[in-house]
């Protein structure tokens, strides 16, 4: 098995950094809205206006960041996505 991660969870810049422990300050007390339109209100807050997702990905649409290997041997969190190919 081989694992690869991708777009980085790690905090990048002071207002990253902000938002990310004012995350983690809300979580640990239970704050985070149940609901979507909640989490909606919170997210416009802190990232400004959201934009919606397509119904189709096109060539060109954002930058492509490549995956990035990573141990299988420990726990990762550095990434917010973790790949797996498994050969047979």
């Known amino acids: 098995m081989e ?3 991708a777009f980085s969870a790690l905090p ?3 207002k990253e950094k902000i938002i990310a422990s004012i995350k983690r300050i809300a979580v640990a007390f239970h704050l985070i809205p149940k609901t979507m339109k ?3 209100f ?3 807050i802190f990232f400004g206006k959201l934009i919606p997702l397509p119904n189709e990905i096109t060539e060109g649409m954002a930058e492509y960041t490549p995956p990035v290997p990573i141990s299988n041997e420990v726990p990762d ?3 917010k996505v973790i790949y797996a190919v498994v050969r047979l």
Do not use: A, D, M, V
Request: aromatic share 26%; hydrophobic share 20%.
């Open 3 to 5: 694992f690869y991660g």
């Open 12 to 14: 990048n810049g002071l």
């Open 38 to 40: 909640g989490k909606e």
């Open 42 to 44: 919170f997210k416009r």
């Open 77 to 79: 969190s550095e990434y």
